[in-house]
């Protein structure tokens, strides 16, 4: 069973046209989740943070929220330079100092 | 902004050839990953590293695997005997002061095993 779950695995939306992003997890001892940014044939670009239920982080369009068992990226009136892909990372105590990562929502915004 | 840096782009090898992978992570950083990413898969952890030593593997780091610090500045993957299932983009990161904050990847090397 996946530790991490990212929903939905793609996304199209219209230029201006807000949605949010989901990634659930099951570990227990969550320590630390993180959201990245993965463009074409590049390594990921960190986003946000989260370290406790009800934390929430914005950074011009996105805000990521957490929860005890997910987490939202919640992307506001978009622009088609946010199309990418969204990655989801848990870090915590069984994951052995390591990040567990979600498989992606891949972002794509239209003109 | 400092970023890190990895060579080469691509690498094609032919099976049971070895390869190095080269990264020079951001200068004040001082843990050191390398993860990899097969074609359309999640991002998979391979190894830490800090103070010189391994400070945690996966199961997919086996003995064919190694890391080095050769210097100040470099942070190398060997792979011995490089195996059809080893085709992969593999990203180096760096971080200040461990896994539990913002990771700094570069842009990954593109391995192909033929």
């Known amino acids: 069973e996946d530790q991490v779950t990212q929903s939905p695995e793609a996304l199209r939306l219209q230029e201006g046209e807000s949605s949010s992003l989901n990634c659930s997890y099951t570990?227990?001892?969550?320590?630390?989740l993180f959201w990245y940014r993965q463009d074409p044939g590049k390594g990921p670009e960190f986003l946000f943070t989260l370290y406790s239920a009800g934390e929430e982080k914005e950074k011009e369009r996105l805000k990521a929220t957490l929860t005890k068992k997910e987490s939202f990226l919640h992307i506001t009136a978009p622009k088609p330079e946010d199309s990418a892909t969204y990655l989801c990372?848990?870090?915590?105590?069984?994951?052995?100092?390591?990040?567990?990562f979600g498989k992606g929502t891949k972002l794509s915004v239209k003109p | 902004e400092p970023e890190v840096t990895q060579t080469p782009s691509h690498q094609v090898t032919q099976m049971g050839q070895e390869v190095i992978l080269r990264c020079v992570p951001i200068?004040?950083?001082?843990?050191f990953y390398w993860y990899r990413q097969i074609l359309g898969q999640k991002v998979e952890f391979l190894v830490s590293?800090?103070?010189?030593?391994?400070?945690?593997k996966s199961e997919i780091f086996d003995d064919q695997f190694s890391v080095e610090r050769p210097d100040g500045s470099n942070f190398t993957l060997k792979i011995r005997s490089t195996k059809l299932e080893d085709s992969a983009m593999y990203f180096c990161a760096s971080s200040v002061q461990g896994p539990n904050e913002k990771l700094f990847f570069g842009s990954g090397t593109q391995l192909s095993v033929l």
């Open positions: 570990v227990s001892g969550l320590r630390g």
């Open positions: 990372a848990v870090f915590y105590g069984g994951s052995q100092g390591n990040l567990i």
């Open positions: 200068s004040n950083h001082l843990y």
């Open positions: 590293f800090y103070n010189n030593e391994i400070s945690e």
